[in-house]
């Protein structure tokens, strides 16, 4: 599939943009939740990873060249600020409230995000030329995505490699749906100390690790762009799987099984394992905003496709 041809957007359109950028910033608050699961359930996945692909040499070179306009327009500037200003209001207002919502009713909190993720799932699956090769490369991307989720974090030195290899791994996880890139600095160990490195403006910290994921993004970026434009289905398919798997992570109800004391000499869970509910209030309000979140997504997707199936049940042949 050839690279999306850039196009006029009206303001309505910048305004979903936004709004995309926004549910990407809200979800990469939560640890376990991918901001490229929001943008791949909301329609921008490609565009977004065309564009950060084309930040390369021409970029650059034009830059030099002081030609600013051309700079701009080569990196779909307006997708880029439309995008990225509603992720950054997003982080900016919504982090405390999230982190907040985390903190004291994390079940209907993951409730809410595992009704988006499925009806995501389920929206984006009937579009899928099913064959043997697909059902394949699902199996492939849901078992993963399931293996990863439920790795526990190891105790790895905080060097400036180490730092620049979790930041190349964690940013490529983040633009894939369905795999975290908080999470996988938490794995990897890094999570708490970058966390309290950017809070305390430990240079020496934060630059390897920005390093490592300006490198990561650019590199995977360009693997995801020549995957989706010569194997689009195969590649789809696959992203499905991720989404698939990750509904191990964010199953709403949970069972700690293991703490461990972080660099506060708190307790934190480590090893957690799925649980079936109990049928209380907090179940009945976490099923209620599931499908919130399954009807939300299911409807935008209908407005852009006109074809969402779970929709379609319910409109008069």
């Known amino acids: 599939m050839s690279e999306p041809v850039r196009k006029k957007r009206s303001a309505k359109e910048y305004a979903y ?29 490609e565009e977004l990873i065309h564009t950060i692909k084309s930040i390369n040499l021409e970029f650059v070179r034009l830059l030099l060249a002081f030609r600013i306009r051309d700079a701009l327009e080569h990196v779909n500037w307006k997708f880029i600020l439309a995008l990225g200003g509603g992720l950054g209001t997003a982080v900016l207002s919504l982090a405390r409230i999230l982190s ?18 499925l009806a995501s ?12 090769s697909m059902v394949a490369t699902l199996v492939l991307g849901t078992l993963g995505a399931y293996l990863i989720v439920g790795l526990v974090p190891v105790d790895m030195p905080n060097t400036p490699l180490v730092l620049f ?34 809070r305390d403006l430990n240079i020496l910290a934060i630059v390897p690790a920005l390093a490592g994921m300006v490198v990561g993004i650019m590199l995977f970026a360009r693997i995801l762009s020549w995957l989706l434009k010569h194997y689009h289905q195969v ?83």
């Open 235 to 317: 590649t789809i398919t696959l992203l499905i799987g991720f989404m698939l798997g990750s509904l191990r992570r964010i199953w709403p109800f949970k069972e700690v099984l293991t703490y461990r004391v972080d660099r506060h000499g708190e307790e934190v869970p480590m090893l957690m394992s799925n649980v079936l509910p109990q049928i209380d209030g907090v179940f009945w309000l976490s099923l209620g905003l599931a499908v919130t979140g399954f009807i939300l997504i299911s409807v935008l997707d209908h407005q852009q496709s006109q074809s969402n199936p779970f929709i379609s049940l319910f409109k008069r042949p």
């Open 17 to 45: 943009l936004a709004f995309s950028g926004g549910a990407m910033g809200a979800a990469d608050v939560v640890p376990g939740v991918s901001g490229g699961t929001m943008a791949f359930i909301l329609g921008v996945y």
């Open 100 to 117: 907040w919502l985390l903190e004291y009713h994390d079940v209907p909190l993951f409730a809410f995000f595992f009704g988006l993720v």
């Open 121 to 132: 799932i389920i929206a984006v699956s009937y579009h899928v030329r099913w064959k043997p």
């Open 165 to 198: 290899l979790s930041g190349a791994v964690a940013i490529s996880a983040m633009i894939l749906p369905g795999i975290s890139g908080s999470f996988i600095l938490l794995i990897l160990g890094q999570y708490e100390f970058l966390l309290n490195s950017v």
